[in-house]
Every structure is written in structure tokens, then in C-alpha cells.
């Protein structure tokens, strides 16, 4: 009866423990609230231009951290390049980088580039990017025109592109 018991309060403890460790479905909360100030940063895109958070100080930012050969990435980037930035882009107080954070080469992320078809700027060496915005590869970040963080995913873009388009269509109007 004792090892019953014990059993059974293990198996709840696990419930609750592998319940609070899932990402599935779990997002930073959307809206106005600060998560943060955005940390600076200063990379190269593939192309040789510079790539700084300064640039785009008093506008709504959104940054797609990919993985230069990460399929999901790879297949979400068509969609982030429509409802992103070619339905966004003629807002001047609105834009979209893009940040690799598997740190591949200027060839690597140009292939992503090519790829995907995105035409918003890809920077490249950006895992320590990543790491100063708690976020990883195939994830969304909004940085509202203060330069605070106000939504960070938490799985993969698909999962919540059309929250953050919704997100941003609000922050804009």
C-alpha cells in the first residue's frame, strides 16, 4: 500500500514537472508589456552591411532568428517574407531582420536567402544574438518602437505567425 501510494504522488510530480517544462504552444504573453529591454547588437549581414539594433530605434521591430539549414526554417521563411514584410514593408516606422543563429557563413545564409525567397536583411555569425535575446533558432521577436521586448516565442514560427502578423497589425494602427 505504501509503494502504491508513493507511486502514484511520483507519477503526479512527473505530470506536473514534464507539463511545466513543455514548449508546445507556449508563448511569451502578447500585447503591450515590457519583457525586457532589447539588447544591443552589432553583426554583418551576408552581405557585408552592418546590422545593429541602433538602426532601428522608434520603429516596431520584428526579428526572425533562423538556422541556415534548418528545414522548418527554411519552410516557415516563404510565409514570414509575405505577412511580414511584403504586406508591411511601405510602413516606415516597421521592419523585419532576419538573425542566423547556427553562426554559418556568408555563403550559408545567402543560400538560405536564395531559398526562401526573403528579401529583408540576413545577418549572419548571430548565436550570440540569440543568447542575449533568451531565444533560439526558428523563433520570432518583437521589439516595440521604446526598444523593449514585447513578445518572444517560444516554439516554432509556425506555430504562432499569425498571432505575431495580428500583433504587429495592432502595434501599427
Not at 511520483?10 to 525586457?36: K, R, Y
Not at 521591430?61 to 541556415?68: A, D, K, R, W
Not at 514570414?80 to 521592419?95: F, G, M, T
Request: with cysteine; charged share 20%.
Amino acid at each position: 500500500m505504501k509503494f502504491q501510494i508513493l507511486l502514484i504522488i511520483g507519477l503526479f510530480a512527473s505530470s506536473l514537472f514534464i507539463s511545466s517544462c513543455s514548449e508546445d504552444g507556449d508563448t511569451t504573453p502578447v500585447g503591450s508589456e515590457s519583457l525586457g529591454v532589447a539588447p544591443d547588437f552589432s553583426i554583418k549581414t551576408w552581405d557585408g552591411n552592418d546590422l545593429e539594433l541602433d538602426t532601428y530605434k522608434g520603429k516596431l521591430l520584428v526579428i526572425f532568428f533562423f538556422g541556415n539549414t534548418c528545414p522548418p526554417c527554411i519552410a516557415i521563411g516563404p510565409d514570414v517574407e509575405e505577412k511580414l514584410n511584403q504586406d508591411l514593408k511601405s510602413k516606415s516606422d516597421y521592419a523585419i531582420i532576419g538573425i542566423d543563429q547556427w553562426d554559418g557563413n556568408n555563403a550559408s545564409v545567402e543560400g538560405f536567402q536564395k531559398n526562401t525567397g526573403v528579401e529583408f536583411p540576413l545577418g549572419v555569425l548571430g548565436s550570440p544574438v540569440a543568447k542575449a535575446y533568451d531565444t533560439t533558432y526558428d523563433r520570432l521577436v518583437v521589439v516595440n518602437k521604446e526598444g523593449a521586448i514585447i513578445y518572444r516565442g517560444n516554439s516554432i514560427v509556425s506555430n504562432h505567425l499569425d498571432e505575431v502578423v495580428t500583433l504587429v497589425n495592432n502595434l501599427l494602427d
